[in-house]
């Protein structure tokens, strides 16, 4: 059996506790510093989110669309006269709400 040494024969010097202790302390002592500003850091920083004017508008119409109320008489009413092909579109008339609608929307004169 073959014993290595460790310190190759030279003299063990002592170990002073107090030294020793106190090198531990300054090593726990950086570690939570830098734990604590990564905290800070990580605190600090928080994602954020802005709409466009244009973007609320579109939520509050989205909303809007959902909560208003339909008639699904006259709904039922216009698939039957779709699909029996009896209803008839006024293409002037249509053009008309389609300019007012974007004269709205976009605030352009029609």
Known sequence: MSVNNVNNGGVKTPI???????????QNNSAQQASSQKTAAATVRQDSVSLTSSAQQLSQVQKKSTEA???????????KAIQNGEYTINAESLA?????LESEIFGTKA
């Open 96 to 100: 008309k709400k389609i300019s007012a």
């Open 69 to 79: 109320p339909v008639n699904q008489e006259k709904v039922d009413k216009l698939k």
């Open 16 to 26: 002073d506790n107090q030294k020793l202790n106190q090198q531990q302390q300054a």
